[in-house]
């Protein structure tokens, strides 16, 4: 008698059937949960522009703030704060400040060295206050990473391997190389493996940046990317910049008809002194190439003997030495007549300051048309202040000279623009 009876064939079919069914429910599970957690596609990635500039490279610095025809009014311009939150009150109590009638500036680098406590109390502070200020370069990456994860956040599967790398490693150090080993170690053996690609090239997650943009806030995104990289004050004669700018073009000679500083901008009255500095500071700010480039901005230190731009401190002259030399030359008005050639010793322009951070290795670097701010705080040195008020800007015709001044006591007395006066006051970081 054959095995295949009708019954036995039957009961055969019906396991086969449900052997089908189940593999194809397990099967569909697996692909879904694959299809959930790596849902990248094999192609490049095309990331979208996490920086956020959206324009925001220069903007002015409002006239009304200028304590010219207030006596009561200051700006008070601090160095590179760095999330030293303590630090910074102690520097307020210090100089009085009153939000009332001070204008607070900062030159950026607001967070990522102190505790990422202590960093979002900063930009607590300085997004519910409003404070004027330009980006630092560890700005510009926090606001890459907010970016960043507010991408990954709208794809699928993003909000659970964010969260799983948060529960799994609380206080790993992604700027670290050994621990950054161990973490992609983990993704690489993980579900998750697939989302190592959503990461761009030399990138690295859970690191000082990473953790900070992960615990802000959207309001503290918001004020970050509305920072611009320069603060331009044109009746001030003075620009707020986060590592530094440049007089000219480094490769071609001061005398060249291409920088912007070696003649006198063609305005409707060329005898309006006032137009013409705006003309000719603009020109600084916009036909420079260095100066409309973010990262130069936001990290110059040097410019190398080739004409190149450096952001070690140690390659070629500092960029504030050059600014000095040049602005040195400025002559305004006076030396020559309508179409007479400027002499080598002297350029047809008038001088402007740069107030900036970025350069802890140096200190306090105090010359006549710069001033650098960031003073170490974070290494347990000091945070600073330069503090303007109506001595600080006068009418004056300017006159050419001046000294240097090198940083020293917690507070100190120093030229400022044409003809006026200004106070840089420290307090130690402990």
Not at 120 to 136: A, E, N, P, Q, W
Not at 282 to 300: F, G, M, R, S
Request: glycine fraction near 8%; charge should be neutral; proline fraction near 6%.
């Amino acid at each position: 008698m054959s095995i295949w009876s009708g019954d036995n064939l039957r009961t055969y079919c019906s396991y086969v059937v449900l052997a089908f069914f189940l593999i194809f429910v397990f099967v569909t599970g697996v692909l879904q949960e694959i299809k959930k957690n790596r849902t990248l596609p094999t192609q490049k990635i095309d990331f979208p522009d996490f920086s956020h500039y959206n324009g925001n490279l220069v903007k002015n610095f409002p006239d009304r703030l200028l304590p010219i025809d207030d006596q009561g009014k200051r700006i008070i311009a601090i160095g590179d704060i760095h999330g030293m939150n303590s630090s910074l009150t102690d520097l307020l109590d210090e100089i009085q400040y009153d939000s009332e009638r001070d204008s607070l500036v900062h030159v950026g680098d607001l967070e990522t060295r102190a505790t990422i406590h202590d960093s979002i109390d900063v930009l607590s502070f300085m997004s519910s206050s409003r404070i004027l200020g330009v980006r630092g370069n560890n700005d510009q990456k926090v606001i890459e990473w907010r970016a960043w994860m507010n991408w990954i956040l709208s794809r699928p599967g993003g909000r659970e391997w964010l969260s799983v790398m948060d529960k799994r490693w609380p206080n790993l150090d992604g700027d670290k190389r050994l621990q950054r080993a161990e973490l992609e170690n983990w993704v690489e053996r993980s579900k998750y493996a697939s989302w190592k690609k959503m990461v761009p090239t030399g990138w690295h997650p859970l690191g000082k940046h990473y953790r900070v943009a992960r615990a802000m806030s959207p309001r503290h995104f918001e004020y970050l990317s509305s920072l611009p990289l320069v603060l331009h004050s044109p009746a001030g004669h003075m620009v707020f910049v986060h590592a530094g700018l440049l007089p000219s073009h480094p490769k071609l000679k001061a005398s060249d008809p291409r920088q912007p500083l070696s003649h006198w901008p063609t305005v409707d009255d060329q005898h309006n002194i006032a137009k013409l500095r705006n003309q000719q500071e603009l020109a600084v700010l916009a036909n420079i190439p260095e100066n409309k480039d973010p990262w130069t901005v936001t990290n110059i230190k040097s410019v190398t003997d080739e004409g190149l731009v450096s952001g070690k401190p140690r390659r070629g002259t500092p960029w504030s030495q050059l600014w000095n030399d040049t602005m040195s030359k400025c002559s305004g008005t006076s030396g020559t007549n309508a179409g007479e050639a400027y002499q080598p010793t002297s350029l047809p322009c008038y001088p402007f300051t740069v107030v900036y951070g970025h350069a802890a290795g140096r200190g306090l670097d105090i010359k006549r048309w710069s001033i650098g701010l960031d003073t170490g705080c974070s290494y347990g040195r000091q945070l600073s202040a330069v503090i303007l008020d109506g001595s600080s800007f006068s009418s004056a015709i300017y006159q050419s000279g001046g000294n240097t001044h090198a940083g020293g006591p917690q507070s100190q007395e120093i030229d400022f623009g044409d003809n006026g006066q200004a106070r840089v006051v420290s307090v130690s970081c402990a």
